[in-house]
């Protein structure tokens, strides 16, 4: 049995919902809210499953998974299709580099905790946080602008969507939440606009969960 514990506005989650509804799996989903009650990511009985508070997990016949990319990467081994990794060595290392640059290097200073410490400890007002959310994201998407060059495939990768595909979507729907300028970004945007009109896409956007309503 598969459970996904899972905050609707996080953007690992949903990385991990596009990669499983990619599959046409669906597990049974637990919501953790990251804001109420001081975080139910901090409850002691979640804690037992993903030490660093932090969501996604994915639970699997009592096991659980922890870090999307982990997860999306046990998805691609355990139900191999369809492939959200290409055939080839140099082509997976690109799309690990696309998904990597925006899970590693862009949403870890823009995440949730650290937003809130530049508020909360830094004492950083409304506009110095916006600043410092916009700032990042322009630098990072512009990486992955240039990243993806004049290639003109449908996807980040070829023809079909991949784990890169999983990791861009939800940052640029950060990026609108946000109100972060992305016009210079016309690939990005390209990519965004092909897989925004897919099913396992549509599935996966915050609003479309329960826990939204």
């Known amino acids: 049995m598969m459970r996904l514990y899972d905050y609707y506005r996080s953007s690992a989650a949903y990385r991990v919902r596009i990669a499983l509804n990619l599959k046409g799996l669906a597990p049974k989903v637990v919501p953790v809210h990251l804001l109420r009650d001081g975080g139910e990511n901090f409850r002691a009985d979640y804690m037992a499953k993903n030490p660093l508070a932090l969501v996604p997990t994915l639970e699997v ?3 659980p998974l922890i870090q999307s990319l982990a997860i999306i990467e046990y998805l691609e081994e355990t139900h191999p299709a369809p492939p959200l990794l290409p055939p080839d060595a140099p082509g997976r290392a690109r799309v690990r580099a696309i998904a990597q640059t925006v899970a590693c290097e862009i949403h870890p200073l823009n995440n949730l905790r650290v937003l809130d410490y530049l508020v909360g400890t830094l004492g950083v007002d ?3 946080k916006l600043a410092w959310y916009r700032h990042w994201v322009d630098e990072g998407l ?3 602008e240039r990243l993806l060059g004049q290639d003109e495939s449908d996807f980040c990768h070829g023809d079909a969507p991949t784990m890169a595909d999983c ?3 939800p940052q640029l729907y950060n990026a609108r939440r946000f109100d972060c300028p992305l016009d210079a970004f016309p690939r990005l945007l390209r990519i965004a606009e092909r897989c925004e009109w897919l099913p396992a896409f549509i599935a996966a956007q915050p609003e479309n969960q329960p826990a939204a309503n």
């Open 126 to 128: 409304e506009a110095e």
């Open 61 to 63: 016949d009592g096991r």
């Open 142 to 144: 512009a990486g992955l």
């Open 167 to 169: 990791c861009l979507i």
